[in-house]
């Protein structure tokens, strides 16, 4: 089969599974999603950039804080099994 042929067996499928999508309704569910999801966003309250850099240190300050936590607990295991293995 040459790339025309192709081509048009997938737009026959894709015309198709179209038509079945908007005879069973789901497009306009999808639309519906799609418009509500939007009328949402509106309603939000966007952080101003001083807000946006206060979080992004807190998260960072969190993240390393849980990081060595992690790796702290990590050695204290580790040297647990280790006493362990040698009673």
């Known amino acids: 089969m040459n790339n025309l042929t192709k081509l048009l067996i ?6 198709v599974v179209f038509a079945i999508l ?4 789901y497009l306009l569910q999808v ?5 509500g999801t939007r009328e949402e966003l509106r ?20 993240i ?5 936590f992690i790796v702290t607990a990590d050695y204290i295991f580790y040297y647990v099994m280790l006493w362990i ?3």
């Open 10 to 15: 997938w737009a026959v499928v894709v015309g």
């Open 22 to 25: 908007w005879w069973k309704g």
């Open 64 to 68: 390393v804080l849980l990081g060595a």
């Open 85 to 87: 293995s040698k009673v």
């Open 31 to 35: 639309s519906n999603y799609v418009q």
């Open 43 to 62: 309603k939000c309250t966007w952080p101003t950039w001083d807000e946006l850099k206060g979080s992004t240190v807190l998260i960072t300050v969190a």
